[in-house]
């Protein structure tokens, strides 16, 4: 960091920086609080452009489609030709607003529905302690900080206990710094990446408890100022991928048809500018320009349903991962059992009471300083136990690589180191034995082990957890503890939990398997406890991959193993991500749902990322969804609705690449025999403009049940086999269209191109009800505002020729008996159409 930055924070004495910030040890009052933050700005890294409504509805009139009809509105109006100017205007100005008062209405949802779930932090104001929302902290604000909080800002610590702060984002090192409050940073280490009574924005608290100052906010942190060095465009995920494969489609289908309109009329000697005018029309209407605010719509519509649902989405795109998920990785804890964890036994290494090892177990959890585990919690709520006069040391905080905690006390001059953790690993680092019948210390030789082990596995088996428990005595006047103390230990014991099956998670687990998802145990503990709640739960074990064995496969042996594992134990942080990749590369779409400080790279890695409303800020941060329920219930409930909402997107894609196109084949087509345009340009355009506010009510449509029961992606050569099955079925009955037009009603070009107008919409509007469902469209129900919307809209298309408006486009009145003929033949067209998709799903693509 910059010298001159780490003076401010670092350098001098605590009483004076708090001097320089005109603050105290009992933080800001309110209403300076509030002055500072409307002179500083909110505290975060890049301020969020406020949102003015009309740069934001004049930047709609950059996109590339829109400036080219303008620029022909301008050369319509050049060449003498001011009704077309004024029609084309109309509608680019309505087609502008109609994109942006749904995006904005969309945007604004799901804006909402984040500050639901956006980080806060503890803080004293007017001498008392609060909760704010991270972005209102100011300089001179006093922050209270625990394991597994996100450190808000750039701040000099006051007090702290056994502070351990990750700042790998910083510096690159790969353990957490131990932080003090001291009143200079002189005593630092010259190789110190940062100064040790100073903690900064982007790091996280593994252990430990301080009180801090912030100095720097917002872009004057350190990390603000090399935040544009670390941002990185995220991988983009299979949502983005998809719309971008099929936009590349519709592009390619695009350009080819525009150049052969153009060459066709220009070989025809037809005029220049109706030419163009003519392609250009032919280019909008080939253009799914409603599909950004479709998707945009359906997905804040799926984030309002999904909250309701008591799941809020972070990332909008992520809904369409939840929807596509087919393995879900998560521990057990709170999620298959009650995480109402009881303390019901303490016994020694033979199975036999152990009042010893309660009250070790009692001193190392009421010491500790990181965060405080359900066990821990546990054995603090024994209300017999007492500290007796031990007093604390030292430290060597949990981490889950090691799977324990050690904490040096003292009581009237002896000093002993306690540690806690998992029980083979302490089982591990045990020479000696210490029986609960008394009798001194015996070796722990090989049988004593295997009799520990059995133990373990027995009590496994039923379903208890059990934490391993040991001691040391130390030297007297021993100051520190370190990694190598934890060796040459007494076992003392286990402490054994109860945490019994959750009793919704049977009903969730069914559910999930009825989804087609398939739930894969992630945990530290260990393999016989986590399979007897599995059992218990429904939930077949296929197989099990212990975090030591896996440690010793290479990815292929990994590739191997994981379709037939179904419990992953014991398993240290990177192996949590390791499997969660390996999924990945294997085709998978997975899922992953944690609540810990060792969760976020994990979280990070799955497609879609689930946190819930209690974990810690690292975790709720990593997340892309937030469950406000720990239950799995809640998950297949979001799950469901991430299909429907892909779903709905998918509908409106199947419309556009069937009917909408092969209707514009037909005009591409109709060029090289018809005399004049099948349509003139400005008919296309409001045809377009009509077709798409028939589809604005898609977001609020019903889906069909099978449409939820599996995963679906975006498949780019399905939609392309659809549309080139279906589209020429549309184009088939407009060539009919254009020769009863021409040789039964010997149209002129003025009823031509009205009838096929006519036809056209309701053609192209009407498909929806057929093609919005896979199955019959009289038992599927539509929405009753698409239903509106669409039969609105075809009684406009049939209207309008007998108006003066009508007129303004070229259109004239059409016969009656025309009319019941494009009735009749549209009818046909829809039986026609929903034969086919029958045809097409059950034949030839029944899987996609």
Not at 1 to 17: F, H, N, P, Q, Y
Request: net charge negative.
């Amino acid at each position: 960091m910059t010298e001159s930055k780490a003076g401010d924070i670092a350098g001098g004495t605590v009483a004076d920086l708090l001097n320089r910030l005109a603050t105290g040890t009992a933080g800001l009052a309110s209403d300076e609080a509030a002055r500072r933050l409307a002179a500083d700005g909110p505290n975060q890294l890049e301020e969020r452009a406020k949102r003015r409504l009309l740069i934001d509805f004049l930047g709609r009139f950059k996109n590339p489609l829109v400036l080219v009809l303008l620029a022909a509105a301008a050369i319509a109006a050049v060449t003498g030709d001011p009704p077309s100017f004024f029609i084309i205007t109309t509608i680019v100005l309505l087609s502008v607003l109609l994109d942006f008062v749904q995006e904005h209405r969309a945007q604004s949802a799901a804006e909402s529905l984040q500050k639901k779930v956006a980080l806060s932090v503890s803080v004293l104001r007017d001498s008392k302690q609060r909760e704010i929302p991270v972005t209102e902290i100011v300089r001179g604000d006093v922050v209270l900080l625990a394991a597994g909080d996100l450190v808000p800002a750039d701040c000099r610590l006051i007090e702290a206990k056994d502070l351990f702060v990750n700042q790998a984002l910083l510096t690159g090192e790969p353990y957490p710094a131990e932080k003090q409050a001291t009143d200079s940073a002189a005593a630092d280490p010259p190789d110190a990446a940062l100064p040790a009574n100073a903690v900064f924005m982007g790091s996280s608290v593994v252990s430990g408890t301080a009180k801090a100052v912030a100095v720097h906010t917002g872009r004057a942190t350190e990390l603000g100022g090399i935040a544009h060095s670390l941002r990185k465009e995220p991988p983009p995920t299979a949502f983005a991928i998809g719309l971008r494969d099929f936009g590349l489609l519709i592009v390619r289908l695009t350009v080819l048809l525009v150049f052969f309109v153009l060459l066709v009329n220009l070989l025809f000697h037809r005029p220049l500018i109706e030419s163009f005018l003519f392609a250009l029309a032919l280019a909008v209407g080939l253009t799914p320009e409603l599909l950004p605010m479709i998707v945009s719509v359906t997905l804040a519509r799926g984030a309002l349903r999904m909250a309701e649902k008591n799941v809020i989405v972070k990332r909008l795109s992520a809904i369409h991962d939840l929807g596509s998920m087919d393995i879900l990785c998560s521990d057990k804890t709170g999620t298959l059992t009650e995480a109402h964890i009881a303390l019901v036994r303490e016994v020694d290494l033979t199975g036999a009471d152990s009042r010893h090892v309660l009250q070790l177990a009692y001193l190392n959890a009421a010491f500790e300083t990181g965060l405080k585990s359900p066990l821990d919690q546990a054995i603090l709520d024994i209300k017999d136990v007492a500290l007796d006069g031990w007093s604390k040391i030292d430290e060597v905080p949990f981490d889950f690589e090691r799977r324990r905690v050690s904490v040096l006390v003292e009581k009237a001059g002896k000093r002993m180191l306690v540690v806690k953790g998992a029980p083979e690993d302490v089982l591990k680092l045990a020479s000696h034995y210490e029986p609960a019948a008394g009798g001194g210390l015996v070796p722990l030789d090989d049988a004593a082990r295997a009799a520990a082990l059995a133990l373990l596995a027995k009590f496994g088996q039923e379903g208890l957890r059990l934490l391993g428990v040991a001691w040391r005595e130390m030297v007297p006047g021993t100051a520190h503890c370190h990694l190598g103390d934890e060796a040459d230990l007494t076992f003392a014991g286990f402490a054994v939990f109860l945490d019994p099956p959750k009793q919704s998670a049977r009903a969730a687990l069914e559910a999930l398997a009825h989804l087609n998802v398939s739930v894969r145990i992630v945990t530290g503990d260990n393999e016989h406890v986590t399979r007897h709640v599995c059992e218990a739960l429904g939930l077949s074990v296929d197989g099990v991959l212990t975090g030591p064995e896996l440690a010793t496969l290479t990815d292929e042996a990994l590739f191997a193993r994981l379709e037939g594992t179904t419990l992953f134990c014991r398993v240290a942080p990177a192996q949590k991500s390791r499997i969660i990749g390996a999924f990945r590369k294997r085709g998978h779409v997975v899922g992953y749902l944690g609540d810990g400080i060792n969760d976020a790279p994990s979280l990070q890695e799955a497609d879609v990322g689930l946190s819930v409303a209690d974990a810690v800020d690292v975790a709720k941060q990593a997340a892309a969804m937030i469950l406000l329920k720990t239950d799995l219930g809640v998950l297949a409930d979001g799950v469901r609705e991430g299909r429907r909402t892909f779903a709905n997107i998918m509908k409106y894609v199947m419309m556009e690449t069937s009917s909408n196109f092969g209707n514009m084949f037909s005009m591409a087509g109709g060029v090289l025999f018809l005399p004049f345009l099948p349509m003139l340009p400005v008919q296309i355009l409001l045809n377009n403009l009509l077709y798409d506010v028939s589809q604005i009510a898609i977001p609020l449509d019903e889906v069909d049940a099978e449409m939820a029961e599996r995963p679906r992606h975006w498949n780019v050569r399905f939609v392309r086999n659809f549309m080139l099955v279906l589209g020429p079925v549309s184009s088939l009955f407009d060539f009919l269209a254009f020769a009863l037009l021409l040789l039964v009603f010997h149209a002129g070009a003025r009823l031509f191109q009205t009838g096929w107008f006519v036809e056209s919409l309701m053609t192209q509007v009407l498909v929806v009800f057929v093609i919005r469902t896979r199955g019959n469209p009289f038992t599927s129900r539509p929405h009753r505002l698409l239903v509106a919307s669409a039969l609105a809209i075809v009684a406009v298309a049939i209207a309008l020729p007998y108006t003066f408006i009508g007129g303004w486009f070229g259109l004239v009145p059409v016969p009656a008996v025309l009319l019941l003929t494009l009735a009749g033949m549209t009818a046909l067209y829809l039986l026609t159409v929903e034969g086919v998709k029958r045809w097409f799903y059950t034949r030839h693509f029944a899987a996609q």
